[in-house]
């Protein structure tokens, strides 16, 4: 039995005539921090949307693992405005639960005390920061207790503190158990908060690699990127 909990196989998507993803496959250990990184227009956004269904006409298998004869339960963070700006953050967290069948408050009060945003005094969330609205985004989807959160690029516009708070929230989250997918273009973060890295390229994972073995060689994630993203690149 292998110990992976989401993977996609020989996985193809065109837009029109464009063909986006090539016979992708990509291999999501239970438990792991894993980075997608890749150039703009790579296709990474394209992937999550295929891994988390929301797009179904695409070709080859997504496949997500059980646990006690159940499939994990996956949740999603994408950059689709998907808030009521003129609510606070539980008027929005009582609406997304309501659409999720859930009725006890107390989920919504403990998954808002997760993210820090217990004390926004009914503030609208139109007067919220950048990085308050990341971590409501993150609290919503929290709220459906996933094995798996998939977040597309959720550092882009954070301030340095923001970038951090969301770093911390996403470790803690992990050493809770939960499974992480990130994709985002700031390595450094990834670096550290990362255990494994997939190079998105040319419609293929090109490489895959544990965080560890890149800091035992002293390679950094910025040099890989580049040498695997640029043209007539060696592979290996
Ligand atoms: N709905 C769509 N219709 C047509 N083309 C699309 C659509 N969505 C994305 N594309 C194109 O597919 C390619 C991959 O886009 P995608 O957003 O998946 O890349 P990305 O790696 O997430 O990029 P970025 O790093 O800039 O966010 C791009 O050329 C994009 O223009």
């Known amino acids: 039995m292998n110990n992976y909990i989401?993977?996609?196989?020989?996985?193809k998507m065109r837009y029109d005539k464009n063909s986006i993803l090539k016979d992708l496959s990509i291999y999501v250990k239970h438990g792991e921090i894993y980075g997608l990184i890749g150039k703009n227009g790579?296709?990474?956004?394209?992937?999550?949307?295929?891994?988390t269904g929301l797009i179904q006409n695409f070709g080859g298998a997504v496949s997500i693992a059980k646990i006690n004869g159940y499939e994990c339960r996956l949740a999603v963070v994408i950059?689709?405005?998907?808030?009521?700006?003129?609510?606070?953050?539980?008027?929005?967290?009582?609406?997304?639960?309501?659409?999720?069948?859930?009725?006890?408050?107390?989920?919504?009060i403990k998954v808002l005390k997760t993210v820090g945003l217990t004390n926004t005094n009914n503030k609208p969330?139109?007067?919220?920061?950048?990085?308050?609205?990341?971590?409501?985004?993150?609290?919503?989807?929290?709220?459906?207790?996933?094995?798996?959160?998939?977040?597309?690029?959720?550092?882009?516009?954070?301030?340095?503190?923001?970038?951090?708070?969301?770093?911390?929230?996403?470790?803690?989250?992990?050493?809770?158990?939960?499974?992480?997918?990130?994709?985002?273009?700031?390595?450094?973060?990834?670096?550290?908060?990362?255990?494994?890295?997939?190079?998105?390229?040319?419609?293929?994972?090109?490489?895959?690699?544990?965080?560890h073995d890149a800091i035992q060689n002293e390679i950094s994630l910025e040099k890989l990127y580049i040498q695997y993203t640029r043209e007539g690149r060696t592979n290996d």
């Open 42 to 51: 790579s296709g990474k956004t394209t992937l999550l949307r295929i891994l």
């Open 6 to 11: 989401l993977t996609a196989e020989n996985i």
């Open 125 to 211: 969330v139109n007067s919220f920061s950048l990085g308050m609205t990341q971590r409501l985004k993150l609290a919503m989807a929290l709220l459906q207790n996933p094995d798996i959160l998939i977040l597309d690029e959720p550092m882009n516009g954070l301030d340095p503190s923001g970038i951090a708070e969301l770093r911390e929230l996403l470790l803690h989250l992990n050493e809770k158990g939960m499974t992480i997918l990130i994709s985002s273009h700031i390595l450094s973060e990834l670096e550290q908060m990362a255990t494994n890295i997939g190079i998105l390229h040319e419609g293929k994972i090109l490489k895959e690699l544990a965080i």
């Open 79 to 108: 950059n689709d405005p998907s808030l009521f700006l003129n609510m606070n953050a539980f008027e929005n967290m009582k609406a997304q639960a309501n659409l999720l069948g859930l009725h006890d408050d107390s989920q919504i």
